[in-house]
């Protein structure tokens, strides 16, 4: 059982950054894809970014390429999406998402279907 914090979330206005952190219970993080993913207000949530569990691959939804870096730190259990260049668009609250990826296969980072936890959720709101 993993268990997943979200923090960082908040209002900004159009460009700025924001860093959302997302800190993981339990001793088995190296195991653990994560993701971000977002839902805005009336919308479906989809995908963001993804990181494999040893950090050494990462996919981005297009929008948000060249402006969102996903980290992780297997030593702290935690993973983070850092948000710059902000716009409004990326108004949404954002969740993460941790799936078991320990064992060998083709792993499609982007569905939902691989995770296996989720957190809370924080909101990002970006002001114009």
């Known amino acids: 059982q993993v268990q997943l914090v979200e923090s960082g979330g908040g209002l900004v206005q159009v460009g700025g950054s924001l860093r959302l952190s997302c800190a993981a219970s339990?001793?088995?993080?190296?195991?653990?894809?994560m993701g971000w993913f977002r839902q805005a207000p009336g919308k479906e949530r989809e995908f963001v970014a993804a990181i494999s569990r040893n950090g050494g691959s990462t996919s981005y939804l297009d929008s948000v390429k060249g402006r969102f870096t996903i980290s992780k730190d297997n030593a702290k259990n935690t993973v983070y999406l850092q948000m710059s260049s902000l716009k409004p668009e990326d108004t949404a609250v954002y969740y993460c998402a941790a799936g078991d990826t320990r064992y060998s296969g083709n792993y499609n980072y982007h569905s939902e279907r691989l995770y296996d936890y989720w957190g809370q959720g924080t909101q990002v709101t970006v002001s114009s």
């Open positions: 339990g001793r088995t993080f190296s195991r653990y894809a």
